[in-house]
């Protein structure tokens, strides 16, 4: 199994994202156009991060090798490289079964997309995309991807170019893809913003926008002034680094303090604000002495979200769907069963009035 390499700085697990409630001019000699309507073209999603990147030989519309699993004792219903045990077994991420099912259950807990993992072109998760693309749009399910990495070295502003359109000109035309108005969204996670830095994801997008004439929405990881002079949206992949060692109570408080900040950030600098929410976080399987953080049997995940729905974002996210390594799944499992899509649904019926699971 190829081990996640989840970058662990300041834009990630260790929650160390900055909360600048102004916002400041910058000084890289660009100003980008304003899109104070953006959130309203936006409208309201629920997307969960998904990862398709599992693999099992015996499956038999896979990909016909193991991938991501690792010690695998289906008797005793355990994985050495997971948390948990998935309902559906060690499954194959390539399995068109596997991707309807997650559609279905989806649908019923009122998502109205995925954020897919992406390592790049020809990647197991790029084999997989069209697949989900194809049986998402079967279920009016939106898909977008996680732009995980820049290719090659050094990472340049070049090489992260001509990645990205190339990913628009393969897929962005399909209906399934994620939109706001006839822009593509792409979502940026905090590695690949780090391994150029902000100043030059500026650059980026500049230079995709020009090249792809319908024009390009991205989300980028990183709560801070700087990233809203740059980014169209803003957002967090995980909250872990900051739920760590609290207390239920002490979850609602963070919360209740800290989603409102968020959406205000984005919201002054006319972006579309999002907020995450996730049901637990437990890697201790794949990483020593790695990182708990209680599910208190549902609880916290409620708090999070009644705390969201609050702050009034444009779209909540969920972390996770499927990432079992780590823990944060709501995909049904052993040890939890379906409780986390029963809680999803619930939500999402509040946030979105007419859910297709209310």
Not at 257 to 286: C, F, H, M, N, Q
Not at 324 to 332: A, D, K, L, Y
Request: proline content about 5%.
């Amino acid at each position: 199994m190829t081990t996640r390499r989840r970058f662990l700085g300041q834009l990630s697990i260790l929650g160390t994202v900055g909360l600048i409630p102004g916002l400041a001019k910058t000084n890289w000699g660009f100003e980008p156009p304003r899109t104070d309507a953006l959130g309203q073209k936006a409208g309201r999603h629920v997307l969960a991060f998904y990862y398709p990147w599992y693999g099992n030989p015996h499956s038999e519309n896979g990909s016909g090798r193991w991938s991501h699993w690792q010690d695998v004792d289906e008797q005793a219903k355990t994985i050495g490289s997971s948390t948990h045990y998935p309902e559906l077994g060690p499954y194959d991420s390539h399995d068109p079964k596997v991707i309807r099912q997650h559609c279905q259950w989806a649908v019923e807990s009122g998502l109205t997309g995925w954020i897919a993992s992406w390592w790049g072109h020809r990647s197991f998760e790029d084999q997989a995309l069209p697949r989900i693309l194809d049986i998402s749009r079967e279920h009016n399910l939106a898909v977008t991807v996680y732009y995980e990495t820049i290719p090659g070295q050094p990472k340049t502003v070049d090489s992260a170019v001509k990645d990205i359109l190339q990913l628009l000109e393969k897929y962005a035309g399909h209906q399934a893809w994620l939109k706001v108005g006839d822009k593509p969204v792409i979502f940026v996670y905090g590695r690949a913003v780090g391994e150029i830095g902000v100043a030059a994801w500026a650059d980026v997008t500049k230079k995709v926008n020009e090249a792809f004439p319908r024009g390009v929405v991205f989300q980028g990881d990183q709560f801070s002034s700087k990233a809203a002079e740059v980014f169209d949206g803003l957002h967090t992949y995980n909250t872990a680094g900051r739920l760590r060692g609290k207390s239920l109570d002490e979850v609602k408080q963070w919360c209740q303090e800290t989603y409102p900040t968020w959406v205000k950030l984005a919201r002054d600098a006319g972006r579309i604000s999002s907020l995450t929410v996730i049901p637990g976080y437990d890697d201790t399987k794949i990483r020593k002495p790695g990182l708990k953080v209680e599910r208190y049997k549902g609880q916290s995940y409620i708090a999070q979200w009644e705390a969201a729905i609050a702050a009034q974002p444009d779209w909540i996210l969920i972390t996770s769907w499927n990432e079992w390594h780590e823990g944060s799944e709501i995909e049904p499992s052993v040890e939890d069963g379906r409780r986390y899509l029963q809680l999803t649904r619930k939500m999402t019926a509040q946030f979105l009035p007419s859910a297709r699971g209310a």
